[in-house]
């Protein structure tokens, strides 16, 4: 099969490394990809979005099967370009990536099907919405509708925070037309967990859980990033957990998009806070998780070919998906100043040691090859560095152990990730 992976990061990294050891696979190409990825796929210079090139090229290549991976081109319908064109993809069709790229959309299904999730009123006039502050309980989150890089989520402790919150997201339009709409729900406090599941319109294979790390600093100080590390599975993920989740929210919602008109095929990533009352989901996203899919992809023992053409054909119901009992953690390095003002263009060292080390998956996220073949940096999350061992400590130990060996200037990633494990 000739495959198309669309994307460029440290997940598409982990999907392309895990479809090249497919037997079935014998070309992966990969636009735009990174350096990183061509170690394992021919990178196209054709971006996400540009969806006339990419089905074009994906003709004159006679692609098999492409699969989107980020969210932006999901919820602009990539997948119903290359359909529109005769094409095999995988990944929700627009009408069903409204699951994330809406989050008004996904709190009214919620609500409609009983699934659990945070309290919360919609709006669209920011008067109302400052009207609405007035008699509500701190702290308070707000949520910028559409999709906003992961950034359009504010929690203000105060009402003047708050106050400010809708200013910046409903009038000074930080998000652009993101802002348009914004949700307004009841604070959560509880362990967060990220489940990914494949889903093929009506049956759900849940995947190992994982747990990611958003703030830039230890300790959970710092901005807000695209996440700084994760580690698989969550201890706090227990099988009393599980079992409430998939009665009460993984098929209730998968039966919920169906009933909709919405069918559902692709990934879903179950977002969820471990509360007092339960759990509750704090939001869905329809695609892979990113750093999520770094741990979870080198635990699958599935051939993930298999579990794409399930999703697509409806069959997924014959699939037994099955993770090795083991451990992993992911440490991101990220540029200095990340997720602010950061350069690029640092040569990065030690990369040669890990290229067949067994358990040590070094996958690329900001990364390219400048004009004299050498990897350089060229993102604000340049490198997740994913390593296994028999339980969490020890993929733990590894996964530092391995990014101590890698170098470029002005390097930072955080010292903590999956410390949590210690008080589990
Ligand atoms: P989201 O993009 O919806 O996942 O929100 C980003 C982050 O904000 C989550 O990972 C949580 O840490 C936090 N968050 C979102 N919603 C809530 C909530 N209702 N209560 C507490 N924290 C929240
Ligand atoms: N790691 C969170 C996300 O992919 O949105």
């Known amino acids: 099969m000739k495959i198309l992976i669309v994307g460029g990061g440290g997940r598409e990294h982990a999907i392309a490394w895990k479809l090249a050891k497919s037997p079935k696979v014998e070309k992966l190409y990969c636009a735009p990809g990174n350096a990183g990825i061509a170690q394992v796929a021919e990178c196209v210079d054709i971006g996400v979005m540009d969806f006339e090139r990419l089905v074009r090229f994906a003709k004159e290549h006679e692609i098999d099967l492409t699969v989107v991976a980020p969210d932006d ?21 627009k009408n069903a990536a409204i699951l994330e790229g809406s ?14 999730t945070a309290a919360y009123e919609t709006f669209r006039d920011p008067e109302k919405a400052l009207a609405y502050l007035e008699t509500a309980k701190m702290p308070i989150v707000l949520k910028a509708d559409g999709l906003a890089l992961g950034k359009g989520v504010l929690i203000c402790k105060t009402l003047e925070e708050a106050r400010e919150g ?12 993101a802002g348009d709409e914004i949700v307004i729900e009841e604070f959560m406090t509880g362990r967060e967990v990220s489940v990914l599941s494949f889903v093929d319109g009506k049956t759900i294979r849940i995947m190992t859980s994982a747990q990611d790390h958003k703030r830039a600093k230890d300790g959970d100080q710092g901005l807000n990033t695209g996440g700084m590390g994760t580690f698989s599975p969550s201890p706090f993920y227990t099988a009393e957990v599980d079992a409430f989740c998939r009665e009460k929210i993984y098929q209730p919602t998968v039966d919920a998009m169906r009933a909709e008109g919405r069918e559902f095929k692709g990934i879903i990533f179950f977002g969820l806070m471990l509360t007092a009352d339960g759990p509750k989901v704090l939001e869905y996203n329809a695609r892979f998780g990113d750093p999520e899919t770094q741990v979870v992809l080198p635990r699958m023992k599935n051939d993930l070919v298999d579990l794409f053409e399930a999703c697509i054909d409806g069959t997924l119901d014959q699939i037994d998906l099955e993770f090795e009992d083991n451990a992993a953690v992911c440490v991101v390095m990220a540029s200095g100043g990340y997720p602010e003002h950061y350069e690029k263009g640092f040569v990065i060292e030690g990369l040669d040691q890990f290229k067949d080390a067994d358990g040590y998956y070094v996958f690329h996220a900001g990364t390219k090859l400048d004009g004299n073949g050498r990897i350089v940096t060229s993102g604000g999350r340049v490198l997740g560095v994913t390593a296994v061992g028999e339980n969490l400590k020890a993929a733990r130990a590894n996964a530092y152990e391995a990014v101590k060996k890698i170098s470029f200037q002005d390097a930072f990633y955080r010292h903590d990730i999956g410390k949590a494990i210690d008080e589990a």
């Open 103 to 116: 989050k008004a959309f996904s709190k009214d299904l919620m609500k409609k099907y009983g699934i659990p």
């Open 166 to 177: 809708v200013r910046t997201l409903m009038l000074d339009k930080q998000f652009g037309s």
């Open 73 to 93: 081109p999901l919820a602009a319908g990539a997948v119903d370009a290359f359909e529109a064109a005769g094409l095999r993809a995988f990944g929700p069709r």
